[in-house]
């Protein structure tokens, strides 16, 4: 499956982003998708997932509260909404799917998008 990722730019702190994933190829609905972010000098670290059918889903403690993953399988997408942003957010957003369902790890994904830059000012 392949997968694009748009909707980053820069906001100000305690603003909002809304980013996109659309993937196309394979069956959408046969994939968990997840969210994962990687800023300058850091390793990739997981944001949120979904399950293939968005009834489920999970989230690193650092977004809980602000950020929501949701999905659409009629369009083939998966959407971050990113609200109440920090400066500390500052980072390429990755999408990523897998055929099984919904996990924590880069690793554990098969498929990934090119990134979005998201810039957080203070």
């Known amino acids: 499956v392949q997968l694009q990722a748009s909707g980053g730019g820069l906001v100000q702190a305690g603003g909002y982003l809304r980013l996109s994933c659309a993937a196309s190829?394979?069956?959408?609905?046969?994939?968990?998708m997840g969210w994962f972010r990687q800023a300058p000098g850091k390793g990739r670290e997981f944001v949120a997932t979904?399950?293939?059918?968005?009834?489920?889903?999970d989230y690193a403690e650092f977004v809980k509260g602000r950020f929501t993953i949701s999905r659409d399988n009629a369009k083939n997408t998966v959407y971050l909404q990113m609200n109440s942003l920090k400066p500390e957010d500052t980072a390429t957003y990755y999408c990523?799917?897998?055929?099984?369902?919904?996990?924590?790890?880069?690793?554990?994904?098969?498929?990934w998008g090119q990134g979005t830059q998201v810039t957080v000012s203070s």
């Open positions: 979904i399950s293939w059918s968005g009834s489920i889903s």
């Open positions: 990523s799917a897998r055929s099984l369902p919904g996990a924590r790890s880069t690793v554990d994904y098969n498929y």
């Open positions: 190829g394979r069956t959408f609905s046969n994939y968990a």
